[in-house]
């Protein structure tokens, strides 16, 4: 059965994580430091599958999971990061369940195919906490999430285009996140939802992976395609894309956020400074600093406590202005 957070966020201030981190990188199919776990001590074992390190955001999301599950908050942290690689990072997973530890945080790169590692995860009497993206598993088999609402970030951006272009005619070209994820699902969702009925054309949409090189490469090959003219808009599902894109279009001769207007979702330092410099157009924050609310949420299911099923981090939305209000003190 499909499970899927839809529900509407109201765009409002972002919350603020501290990003020092320290935790214990170690590789998740290897014994030992499981030592501190199940009712031994104070100390909460943690197992955290990070996706990889493809992005600006991702980064600032790691460095906020380790600083939330530091030793200093009572946690023992073993850290792996997928590289993007959907078996790599189930086989991680597995290697969480057989060390025994308290708890398992997922940051999952793709939503289908968890039904089984997670069904193992149950049967050992070990606790998944979702983190940032969603599975279509049955919701029984993780006993929470935190993350943000994609569709409603999707939504957002796909407004500001409706009132911005939607009674002129406009080619738009789409750089999409991982093919199967869920921010790639859903921000899809709500901007097409959002332009409906609009002039607003899609010409073309491939993925980029989320990756700056990924928007470069995939946004190069829409020029040589549709030539600068040919293109209007261009709506990147992540701010790492945009700033491929950005360099595509530069290196064209054209000049982003002019001649080619765009529009992303996440917020990172190097997007909102795009964004303040006129290259970008308009972003939708996705905010990375979920680790506080994680941990919060591991340690009340390791007592028995009863949470919510879904946490929803708080996101903005910034134009040109608000973005250079916000720079100077921007966490991530």
Request: glycine share 12%.
């Given at each position: 059965m499909k499970k899927r957070f839809l529900s509407t966020i109201a765009i409002a201030g972002a919350a603020a994580v501290a990003l020092s981190a320290c935790s214990s990188d170690a590789?998740?199919?290897?014994?030992?430091?499981?030592?501190?776990?199940?009712?031994?001590?104070?100390?909460?074992?943690?197992?955290?599958?990070?996706?990889?390190?493809?992005?600006?955001?991702?980064?600032?999301?790691?460095?906020?999971?380790?600083?939330a599950f530091s030793a200093e908050n009572g946690f023992d942290l073993i850290f792996n990061?997928?590289?993007?690689?959907?078996?790599?990072?189930?086989?991680?997973?597995?290697?969480?369940?057989?060390?025994?530890v308290d708890a398992i945080v997922i940051a999952p790169i793709v939503e289908d195919g968890w039904d089984d590692v997670l069904g193992?995860?149950?049967?050992?009497?070990?606790?998944?906490?979702?983190?940032?993206?969603?599975?279509?598993?049955?919701?029984d088999l993780y006993a929470a999430w935190v993350g943000d609402d994609f569709k409603a970030e999707g939504t957002t951006a796909g407004?500001?285009?409706?009132?911005?272009f939607g009674?002129?005619?406009?080619?738009?070209?789409?750089?999409?996140?991982?093919t199967g994820s869920a921010p790639a699902n859903d921000r899809a969702a709500g901007f097409d939802e959002a332009i409906a009925g609009t002039k607003?054309?899609?010409?073309?949409?491939?993925?980029?992976?989320?990756?700056?090189d990924g928007g470069k490469?995939?946004?190069?090959?829409?020029?040589?395609?549709?030539?600068?003219?040919?293109?209007?808009?261009?709506?990147?599902?992540?701010?790492?894309?945009?700033?491929?894109?950005?360099?595509?279009?530069?290196?064209?001769g054209a000049t982003p956020g002019k001649d080619i207007q765009i529009v992303s979702i996440d917020g990172v330092h190097d997007g909102m400074q795009a964004l303040v410099d006129g290259?970008?157009?308009?972003?939708?924050?996705c905010n990375p600093l979920l680790g506080e609310q994680a941990a919060s949420l591991v340690k009340s299911v390791i007592a028995g406590d009863t949470v919510e099923k879904q946490t929803f981090a708080v996101d903005e939305a910034f134009d040109q202005a608000a973005a250079e209000a916000a720079l100077p003190d921007r966490k991530y």
């Open positions: 590789d998740p199919g290897a014994s030992g430091s499981a030592g501190a776990a199940g009712g031994g001590g104070d100390v909460i074992t943690v197992g955290f599958a990070q996706t990889g390190s493809e992005s600006g955001w991702r980064s600032a999301n790691t460095d906020s999971m380790k600083a990061a997928a590289d993007n690689d959907t078996a790599a990072q189930i086989q991680a997973v597995r290697g969480f369940i057989n060390q025994g193992e995860a149950k049967d050992a009497g070990i606790p998944v906490i979702l983190e940032d993206r969603t599975v279509s598993a049955a919701d407004e500001w285009a409706a009132t911005t009674d002129t005619a406009t080619k738009m070209v789409v750089l999409e996140g991982t607003i054309e899609k010409i073309d949409s491939l993925t980029g992976d989320f990756t700056r490469s995939v946004m190069e090959g829409f020029l040589q395609k549709y030539g600068v003219d040919g293109i209007d808009l261009v709506f990147a599902h992540n701010d790492d894309m945009a700033l491929g894109a950005i360099e595509a279009i530069e290196a064209a290259k970008i157009n308009y972003i939708v924050e």
